[in-house]
């Protein structure tokens, strides 16, 4: 992430992995397309190897690239949800205190069981835990999440 204040001009995001990942698999299918034309030669032969193993290399890398951008985005439905969630189920003094709380924080607090949030918000943001993993192994009383990605 950028510290960049985002405006009209910069608000495009280009996703460089995804793209450099795209062109990687382009290129190996050039490659394999070539060596086809040339099978009957050593160097078509090492084409359509090299294209093959471009081809994976770059699929794989668009399979890695989509799982960030797939939990990214779980990420954000978490924040809007326990935000909405949190205005509920805090008490008045901790409400002013929702917008502060990072993704991370929102992401291990979303187990917790509406009566032990507040207490758990406390102590979140008392002693500024930003660990997800820690904030998850303080919860007592475990709601299970079964509607993820």
């Given at each position: ?63 890695f690239v989509t799982r960030g951008f797939a939990t990214k985005l779980q990420d954000r ?28 924080q929102l992401v291990g607090l979303r187990f917790a069981s509406d009566a032990e949030l ?7 943001i008392s002693k500024k835990i930003e660990d997800r993993k820690a904030i998850k192994q ?12």
């Amino acid at each position: 992430m950028t510290n960049q204040t985002q405006n009209f001009q910069n608000h495009a995001m280009v996703p460089k992995a995804f793209i450099t990942s795209t062109g990687v698999i382009f290129v190996g299918i050039v490659c394999t397309v070539v060596g086809l034309f040339r099978v009957t030669t050593t160097a078509g032969a090492c084409l359509i190897g090299t294209g093959a193993l471009l081809v994976g290399v770059g699929a794989l890398m668009c399979f890695f690239v989509t799982r960030g951008f797939a939990t990214k985005l779980q990420d954000r439905i978490i924040r809007l949800e326990m935000r909405l969630r949190l205005e509920k189920v805090l008490p008045a003094d901790l409400r002013a205190g929702i917008a502060d709380l990072t993704i991370p924080q929102l992401v291990g607090l979303r187990f917790a069981s509406d009566a032990e949030l507040p207490g758990l918000v406390r102590e979140v943001i008392s002693k500024k835990i930003e660990d997800r993993k820690a904030i998850k192994q303080m919860v007592k009383d475990w709601q299970g999440d079964y509607d993820r990605v």
